[in-house]
C-alpha cells in the first residue's frame, strides 16, 4: 500500500505495518513521518535564504577594492535543469555574492568606470523576476547575460567565475580522467589569450570564511534543527527497525522545524555500514549489539550543520564499545583544545592520531580528515588550514574495526564510531555550538532508556 502526499514522496505503508501494533514509540515514528510529510512542502515554501542588503553590499565594496584594474566576477545561479535528481539549491559563491536563491539568474560585477556605456554602474543582476533589493546597479532581463559579458569581456584582465562541477569525471570508455577545469581553461585561453580565468573561490574565500553575526545565528539554527532530530531518532531506536526509519526521523523534525532540507544526504549506517564513510543507502535492519552512525545536519536559510552521533541499537554499550568510544572522546577534547586561531587543521589532525597512537590504533583506522570548515557549504570554502576567529568548523574524530583484524578483540569487528560536532573559533578560544546534542554514552544511554 501506498500513501501520495503532495510535495513528498510515495510514501510505502506497508513497512510500516508492524509498527502500528507494536510499542507506542513506533507508532510515534510512523506518526511523525505520516504526519510532518504534510507540512514539508509549507515550511520549504515559507523558508525565506535572502540575505540582506547591507550585508550584501560590505561584500561587494570588499571585493571590488581587491580586485586588480579590469576585474570582472560572473556568477550563474545555475538552472532547475542542472539539479534535474535533487532538489535545486542556488551555488554558494552565487548565494553569498546576491543572497538569491531563484534558479536561472545571473551576476555581473566590476570596478565602477569599467562599463564604459554606464560608468556609474558596478553590479548587474540578469533575472526576469521583480526585484525590490537595492544592492544591485541594474537589473537587466536573463537573455541578456551573454551580450553584456561579452562587452565587457574585451576590457577585462582577469575573470572571476564559477568553474563547472565536478572538476573531474571519469571517462570509463577511454579509461582515463577528465579534468574539465584544465579543458574549460584551455578553451578559455584560446578565445582570450590576454584574459586571466580564475575560479572567483580565489576572491571569496577569505571573506566565506569568517563568518559574520547573521551567518553564525543561521548556522546555529540549524545545529538545533539537527539536534531536534538526532534526539527523537535516539529516542526510537532499537532492533529492528530500518537505517531508513532513523533517517525519516531526523528529517522529520529538521523539516517540520522550519529547514529548507537537508545539508547533504543523510548517512545512517549500523554495524559494518558504519565503516563505509559516505554510506547512503540507510536500507538496513538495526540489530541488537550494533552500534549505529548518524551523521546529519539541517540546511537552514543557506547555511548547514553537520554533526554525527553513534548510539548503541540496544539501548547500552558493550563494555569494548565503550572502551573505544572513550577512545574517540579523548581525541575529540585533545582536537578541540587545539582549535584556537593561529594553529591549523593539520594541528588538531596530528592531536587526535597522537591520542589513537597511544591507545593502539594507527592512522589507518581513521581514513578521513578531522576537520573541515562549515557554512553555506558543508565543506565550506577555507583559503588556508589557518584557523581565524569567526571560523566555524567540525571536528569529527573516529575509530573503524573491520571485521577480521585479529590485532582487536572480535567484538569490535565491524565497528565503526564517529563523533562530530560544530565550533566556532573565538578570541577566548573553540565554542562548541552543537555541545548540546548528547555525546557522553551515560547520556545516550538514559535518552534510550526512557523510551524503552
Keep these: 500500500m501506498a500513501l501520495n502526499v503532495p510535495g513528498f514522496a510515495v510514501v510505502d505503508l506497508y513497512v510500516f505495518d508492524n509498527y502500528i501494533y507494536t510499542p507506542m514509540k513506533h507508532f510515534k515514528l510512523f506518526a511523525a513521518v505520516l504526519i510532518a510529510t504534510v507540512g514539508f512542502q509549507s515550511a520549504a515554501k515559507a523558508q525565506l535564504l535572502e540575505l540582506p542588503d547591507s550585508v550584501l553590499r560590505e561584500r561587494h565594496h570588499a571585493l571590488m577594492s581587491e580586485m586588480p584594474d579590469g576585474g570582472l566576477v560572473a556568477v550563474r545561479a545555475g538552472s532547475e535543469q542542472e539539479y534535474s535528481s535533487v532538489k535545486y539549491r542556488p551555488e554558494a559563491n552565487w548565494f553569498w555574492l546576491t543572497g538569491r536563491s531563484k534558479p536561472g539568474e545571473s551576476f555581473l560585477m566590476f570596478q565602477p568606470g569599467f562599463w564604459s556605456r554606464q560608468p556609474q554602474v558596478s553590479s548587474v543582476l540578469f533575472s526576469d523576476a521583480v526585484v525590490r533589493s537595492e544592492v544591485f546597479d541594474t537589473v537587466m532581463p536573463v ?40 579543458i574549460v581553461e584551455k578553451n578559455w585561453n584560446k578565445g582570450h589569450p590576454s584574459v586571466s580565468l580564475q575560479p572567483v573561490i580565489n576572491l571569496t574565500s577569505r571573506h566565506r570564511a569568517i563568518k559574520t553575526t547573521l551567518e553564525i545565528e543561521r548556522v546555529q539554527q540549524a545545529i538545533r534543527l539537527t539536534a531536534n532530530g538526532l534526539a527523537d531518532a535516539i529516542k526510537v531506536c532499537t ?63 543557506g547555511y548547514s550543520a553537520d554533526v554525527t552521533r553513534t548510539i548503541p541499537v540496544s539501548g547500552r554499550f558493550t563494555l569494548l564499545q565503550s572502551e573505544l568510544y572513550h577512545v574517540v572522546l579523548e581525541a575529540r577534547e585533545a582536537a578541540l583544545n587545539k582549535a584556537v586561531a593561529g594553529n591549523t587543521l593539520a594541528h588538531l589532525q596530528q592531536a587526535v592520531l597522537e591520542v589513537y597512537g597511544r591507545n593502539g590504533y594507527s592512522p589507518e583506522y581513521m581514513p578521513h580528515g578531522v576537520s573541515h570548515s562549515l557554512g553555506i557549504d558543508v565543506h565550506d570554502a577555507l583559503p588556508d588550514d589557518t584557523l581565524r576567529c569567526g571560523m566555524i568548523i567540525t571536528i569529527e574524530p573516529g575509530l573503524y574495526i573491520p571485521a577480521g583484524d585479529t590485532s582487536k578483540p572480535s567484538g569490535l569487528w565491524n565497528t565503526g564510531i564517529r563523533l562530530e560536532d560544530d565550533v566556532l573559533i573565538t578570541i577566548n578560544g573553540p565554542v562548541v555550538l552543537s555541545g548540546d546534542i548528547p555525546l557522553k554514552p551515560s547520556e545516550i544511554e538514559k535518552l534510550m532508556e526512557v523510551e524503552r
Design 143 to 182: 537573455s541578456k547575460f551573454q551580450a553584456l559579458f561579452n562587452v565587457l569581456n574585451r576590457d577585462a584582465t582577469v575573470v572571476y567565475a564559477e568553474f563547472p562541477q565536478p572538476a573531474f569525471v571519469s571517462d570509463w570508455l577511454s579509461n582515463k580522467g577528465v579534468f574539465v577545469h584544465s
Design 239 to 301: 532492533p529492528g527497525i530500518f537505517e531508513w526509519n532513523l533517517q525519516a526521523t531526523v528529517e522529520c523534525a529538521v523539516l517540520a522545524g522550519g529547514a529548507s532540507g537537508m545539508a547533504f544526504p543523510s548517512i545512517i549506517g549500523s554495524g559494518k555500514n558504519a565503516l563505509e564513510l559516505h554510506y547512503s543507502a540507510n536500507s538496513d535492519t538495526l540489530k541488537p549489539g550494533d552500534l549505529v552512525v548518524m551523521d546529519v545536519g539541517a540546511w537552514y536559510r
